[in-house]
């Protein structure tokens, strides 16, 4: 499985831990930075790891901030991204079970490290259930593309 995953510098130590922790685990990560602790910009990042999901470069994508906030709202801004901001395992697994998440947002401030490789594992490890779900995926697509969907009520 291909992740690609990035982070500002408010993440970039929990970053390292979290592609460590996946590469111990025989995934295949594309890392996109930032690269060292300096001040940076999170929407950089989310829009790069936000672009190699949506170009099927990578299967899944990790986003980290500070409180995963700003990361996951602006990786939500490129069409076809359905990321998650999650802090705790039950929004991670449910994030792929009924939302079909294809990107993943926590926040370095927020979760410490050993729960932040379990919310990345659950969510992983968790299969997409479809049937109703797809539906409701399909009308956040429809909302994407400008539809109004309020005769769906
Ligand atoms: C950076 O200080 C911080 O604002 C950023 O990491 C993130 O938390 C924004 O949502």
Redo the contacts with the bound molecule.
């Keep these: 499985m291909k992740i690609a995953i990035g982070s ?4 970039y130590h929990l970053r390292k831990t979290i592609i460590q922790h996946l590469e111990s685990k025989g995934q295949q990560v594309n890392d996109f930075g930032t690269h060292s602790t300096e ?1 940076t910009h ?1 929407p950089v990042y989310a829009q790069m790891v936000a672009r190699a999901v949506v170009s099927k470069e990578a299967e899944f994508g990790i986003l980290i ?7 996951g ?1 602006s990786a939500n801004k490129v069409p076809g991204v359905r990321c998650a901001i999650v802090s705790d395992t039950y929004s991670s697994r449910m994030a792929r079970a009924h939302n079909n998440a294809n990107i993943l947002a926590f ?3 927020v979760v410490g490290p050993g729960l932040a490789c379990d919310i990345v594992d659950t969510w992983l490890a968790e299969e997409f259930q479809g049937g109703r779900h797809q539906t409701r995926v399909d009308l956040i697509t429809q909302i994407e593309s400008g539809k109004d969907i309020s005769d769906q009520a």
Aim: aromatic share 6%; with cysteine.
């Design positions: 500002d510098h408010a993440a001040s999170y901030c500070g409180t995963g906030v700003g990361i709202i926040g370095a401030r």
